[in-house]
């Protein structure tokens, strides 16, 4: 199976942190991204993980779990123009080693 | 800073016409890919192409589509005879092996 799971929509306050939960299928994991997309854009990549453990870059960090199919990202500092869908995104090895395969997106509501 | 383009922007076609969308990668990339998203649904994946052919591509690049890399800059999709539910936004992407970067996309309305 080629599932993947996350929040459809999330709401948060300007300055605050806030965390977006993706768990997927772990037979033939091989990556995990997370893209960012505005309404009406391209996504736009933000972070790639393949092992466990925490990557950051700035305001946002992204983590992952193999053993247990799980990831995160993790935005800090939240501004008014965070507000879009953040999309996970998934490579299993079989199935395409270079097809990926996203999720529905959670939508990130950022108010003043 | 490098980036993939697109072209057109936008695309209207009636239903049963052939359409083109084309792409212009980032040059030092090696894979290029389709995707396509439906309005208010998951970006969805057509076809990967590496090394002048198709590497993988999923249950919805039929026959109806095709894909060609005519020479060393553009890469172009092609949907023989177009259906109503062809109607999505197109992405083309691509990558040097890992993060694929994304187009602006088309918007392909078929009427």
């Known amino acids: 199976g080629q599932n993947i799971d996350q929040p459809t929509e999330m709401t948060a306050t300007e300055g605050a942190i806030v965390q977006i939960n993706c768990t997927y299928q772990?037979?033939?994991?091989?990556?995990l991204f997370w893209y960012q997309q505005h309404a009406g854009e391209a996504p736009t990549f933000l972070s790639y993980?393949?092992?466990?453990g925490l990557e950051e870059k700035g305001r946002f960090s992204s983590f992952l779990s193999r053993s247990k199919g799980y990831s995160y990202l993790l935005l800090k500092e939240l501004q008014m123009k965070d507000s879009a869908s953040y999309l996970c995104?998934?490579?299993?090895?079989?199935?395409?080693?270079?097809?990926?395969?996203f999720g529905t997106g959670t939508r990130l509501l950022v108010s003043p | 800073e490098p980036e993939v383009t697109q072209t057109p922007s936008h695309q209207v076609t009636q239903m049963g016409q052939e359409v083109i969308l084309r792409c212009v990668p980032i040059?030092?990339?090696?894979?290029f890919y389709w995707y396509r998203q439906i309005l208010g649904q998951k970006v969805e994946f057509l076809v990967s192409?590496?090394?002048?052919?198709?590497?993988?591509k999923s249950e919805i690049f039929d026959d109806q589509f095709s894909v060609e890399r005519p020479d060393g800059s553009n890469f172009t999709l092609k949907i023989r005879s177009t259906k109503l539910e062809d109607s999505a936004m197109y992405f083309c992407?691509?990558?040097?092996?890992?993060?694929?970067?994304f187009g602006q996309g088309t918007r392909l309305t078929v009427v």
């Open positions: 772990t037979s033939g994991f091989n990556g």
């Open positions: 993980n393949v092992l466990d």
């Open positions: 192409f590496y090394n002048n052919e198709i590497s993988e």
């Open positions: 995104a998934v490579r299993w090895s079989n199935t395409g080693f270079q097809k990926l395969v």
């Open positions: 992407a691509s990558s040097i092996g890992t993060e694929a970067f």
């Open positions: 040059s030092n990339h090696l894979y």
